[in-house]
């Protein structure tokens, strides 16, 4: 197994743990202990306090028509108009991301996530100083996030280099939902792969 794979294994056992309910998650994998206190329904803490380390897990969408899901479906919208930072849903997360930083300092933070959360994840990417990667796998995708990956191949602003700097994107063959993410261009690194027989496109499982 090549070094880009094993740390796409690796990183996707995180973001599957923003899914899980806070009760059944995964209390230390690699080292890395589940931080109860500072993660919530939509974000996973994990601290390695040996390496100095933290992994902020951010849940995609929910899809259980509970009121969280409802809320999930009108933030993945904004994906389509391209006002993505200026939802309830980003915000959650750049604050949290913040909780992380005061709490555990100097410490390296990677931020791993799926489709909603990937596509807020590299926004942040893009915006948050303190960032050490993102690990993003099939994000949610429209034109404008299309149009964003060409310019940034090319163009030096600021928020071109922090993508081209962090941002390690993972993605599926036959995925509708990040298919304009598949060019892999304006980011550090880009995986993409045929789904597992059988499995949708989509799901982060591909990934596990």
């Known amino acids: 197994m090549s070094s ?44 390695n306090a040996d390496e100095n380390k933290t992994i902020l897990g951010i849940r995609g969408t929910k899809t259980d028509l509970s009121k969280d899901s409802v809320d999930d479906i009108k933030t993945d919208s904004s994906i389509l108009i391209g006002n993505l930072t200026a939802t309830k849903r980003y915000k959650q997360a750049t604050d949290k991301f913040e909780g992380v930083r005061e709490k555990y300092g100097d410490s390296k933070v990677s931020i791993s996530a799926h489709s909603l959360g990937a596509r807020i994840s590299e926004e942040m990417a893009a915006r948050q100083d303190g960032i050490s990667e993102v690990h993003s796998y099939n994000p949610g995708s429209f034109v404008k996030d299309a149009l964003v990956d060409v310019d940034c191949k090319y163009n030096k602003s600021k928020q071109c280099r922090m993508r081209k700097q962090r941002i390690n994107r993972y993605t599926v063959e036959g995925d509708s939902l990040s ?22 496109p989509h799901a982060l499982v591909n990934f596990l």
């Open 4 to 47: 880009i794979e094993q740390q796409e294994k690796f990183y996707a056992r995180f973001a599957n743990e923003s899914y899980a309910k806070s009760s059944d998650r995964v209390k230390e994998q690699d080292g890395y202990v589940y931080d109860s206190k500072l993660s919530d329904r939509r974000h996973a803490v994990y601290h």
């Open 179 to 200: 298919i304009l993410s598949h060019s892999g261009k304006g980011v550090k690194t880009h995986r993409h792969k045929r789904s597992r027989k059988g499995v949708n």
